[in-house]
Nanobody, 124 residues
């Protein structure tokens, strides 16, 4: 079993930045595709970004391209999401997820393990 713990959420003004972290334990971290998802009130959980085992391949949803960056440090068993130029529409609970496969995926059903989420609030 893999345990994922997110941190780094908080309150930020529009245009500001936050860096989310997700620490993994209980598995071999480098074997997992890692993803970030988010869920706003009243909406379904949606894909934000993902990276392969090395971090060398990344995928982003269109709305965050050029603003968000996913990265990972396999030595620290941690994946990050750097969020710049935040907008009010980015406000949501952000979840880290791990997928036991080699290829990146963008659907929630394709991920095996989830963290508890961290709240990101963006004030306008």
């Amino acid at each position: 079993q893999v345990q994922l713990v997110e941190s780094g959420g908080g309150l930020v003004q529009a245009g500001g930045s936050l860096r989310l972290s997700c620490a993994a334990s209980g598995g071999t971290f480098r074997f997992y595709v890692m993803g970030w998802f988010r869920q706003a009130p009243g909406k379904e959980r949606e894909f934000v970004a993902a990276c392969n085992w090395s971090g060398g391949r990344t995928v982003y949803t269109d709305s965050v391209k050029g603003r968000f960056t996913i990265s990972r440090d396999n030595a620290k068993n941690t994946v990050y999401l750097q969020m710049n130029s935040l907008k009010p529409e980015d406000m949501a609970v952000y979840y880290c997820a791990a997928r036991s496969a080699l290829n990146i995926a963008t659907m929630t059903s394709q991920y095996d393990y989830w963290g508890q989420g961290t709240q990101v609030t963006v004030s306008s």
